[in-house]
């Protein structure tokens, strides 16, 4: 059973950036498509960003220009760097991997808070 865990999330003030990391307990070529997404309460879960093994990237219209994906194979970790800040980015993060014929596989998330 491969783990995820992400890090990185905090108080940030608006404008500000952080970058968040998701370790993976095995190799993430496993995975065809890994990715970070977000959730406050009384909302569904939604994608933010996510990467394919062969590095094609896809992004909510809400973070596109602010937020970057991008995956290092060696350390089997995926990261999300964002930058610009905003309120509205304030969420709980979760990292999501998916296999097909596997399923999904989910971090517990990081909290990250934007001040105005």
């Known amino acids: 059973q491969v783990q995820l865990v992400e890090s990185g999330g905090g108080l940030v003030q608006a404008g500000g950036s952080l970058r968040l990391s998701c370790v993976a307990s095995?190799?993430?070529?496993?995975?065809?498509?890994m990715g970070w997404y977000r959730q406050t309460p009384g909302k569904q879960r939604e994608m933010v960003a996510h990467i394919t093994g062969a590095s094609i990237e896809n992004y909510a219209d809400s973070v596109k220009g602010r937020f970057i994906i991008f995956r290092d194979n060696a350390k089997n970790t995926v990261y999300l760097q964002m930058n610009s800040l905003k309120p509205e980015d304030t969420a709980v993060y979760y990292c999501?991997?998916?296999?097909?014929?596997?399923?999904?596989?989910w971090g517990q998330g990081t909290q990250v808070t934007v001040s105005s």
């Open positions: 999501g991997a998916v296999r097909v014929g596997l399923g999904w596989y």
């Open positions: 095995g190799s993430i070529r496993m995975f065809n498509t």
